[in-house]
């Protein structure tokens, strides 16, 4: 009988290209998916890869193990995900996936609401700019941020979310002595630089063409908050802030609309219909303060 974890370290080399991405992966060590590989390939009785300088390669057995790995996969996945669409029990494992900003500024308190609702049921928070795959089984929720919905897959099943809204930000005390004419130049803060943004240079406030970058998206909040120089945020996040203020001249802009996804059977389950409708409802009442009109969550 082959092991159906063998054939998971397969898939997870062929995909990635090489062991370290394998391992990365799936997070364990480099010896431990050689030999996983080195299992399989002596159950089978071929090499099925070809280890160059770029990474490894498909053999032309390696490509014929690979299309029945792929089935077995989705085999796998559709067995767990019926087995799963049976349980009605509002107890056991919720992994929910979101963007940092949603949970920690906006949702977490609608979490905690549930999690006492719903004592028996398990949550895990997937807080991360990573997108979890569904399909896969990496979370049982997703809530995600928008701006086609022709770019959502085919196979997911989507509860359409009110529209989300960016502004641009600047700390109250560096608007006070810019409006009181200081010379100081002030920067445009960003996470990745792909030239000058268009919400730099739009407002009043004139800014540098030197930026302050943070891969940290809270660290742009605290940049803001320290007077470097302005930087865009989700309406909930920077009118909710009382050391910011939006910069003068400057309209929200559309970041896309929220959807709530979940998966082929898996959205059968109880705890996951008991959860997206619970989340629906809390996002519907929160859409004023998402568009960016400042109306109290109170």
């Known amino acids: 009988m082959i ?3 063998d054939v998971r370290y397969f898939l997870a080399v062929a995909r990635g290209g090489s062991v370290r991405a394998a391992a990365e992966r799936l997070g364990v060590n480099h010896s431990t998916v050689l030999r996983r590989i080195a299992q399989l390939e002596e159950r089978l009785g071929v090499h ?9 390669r498909l053999t032309a057995a390696g490509e ?11 085999s796998s996945h559709l067995l767990e995900t019926r087995v799963f669409g049976r349980d009605q029990s509002a107890r056991g494992l919720l992994r929910v996936t979101l963007p940092p900003f949603l949970a920690t ?8 609401d549930f999690a ?15 997108v979890a795959n569904l399909t896969n089984r990496e979370a049982d929720v997703a809530i995600r941020i928008v701006s086609d919905r022709k770019t959502l ?3 997911l099943h989507g509860l359409m979310g009110p529209e989300l809204f960016g502004g641009v930000y600047m700390s109250c005390d560096r608007l006070a ?16 630089i792909h030239g000058i943004p268009t919400w730099a240079h739009e407002g009043e406030v004139r800014t540098t063409g030197v930026p302050f970058r943070t891969p940290d998206a809270e660290a742009q909040i605290v940049a803001a908050r320290q007077g470097i120089g302005i930087t865009r945020l989700p309406c909930f996040v920077g009118d909710a802030d009382p050391l910011l203020a939006r910069v003068p001249g400057t309209d929200p802009h559309i970041y896309g609309t929220l959807w709530l996804l979940t998966q082929g059977e898996t959205r059968k389950t109880k705890r996951v219909r008991l959860f997206t409708e619970f989340v629906s409802r809390r996002l519907a009442a929160y859409a004023p303060l998402l568009a960016g009109l400042t109306i109290s969550r109170d």
């Not at 099925?48 to 490894?56: Q, V």
């Not at 500024?105 to 905690?112: E, G, I, K, N, S």
Request: no cysteine; glycine share 4%; aromatic share 10%.
């Open 105 to 112: 500024h906006l949702l977490m308190p609608d979490f905690a």
């Open 3 to 5: 092991d159906w974890d």
């Open 177 to 192: 002595e810019w409006r009181a004419g200081a010379p100081d130049p002030t920067r445009w803060i960003v996470v990745n």
């Open 48 to 56: 099925m890869f070809e280890k160059l300088p770029s990474g490894y």
């Open 153 to 155: 897959p085919l196979n």
């Open 64 to 74: 014929e193990v690979l299309e029945f790995a792929d089935q077995m996969e989705a």
């Open 116 to 130: 006492r609702l719903h004592p028996d049921i398990e949550m895990e928070i997937l807080s991360s700019g990573e």
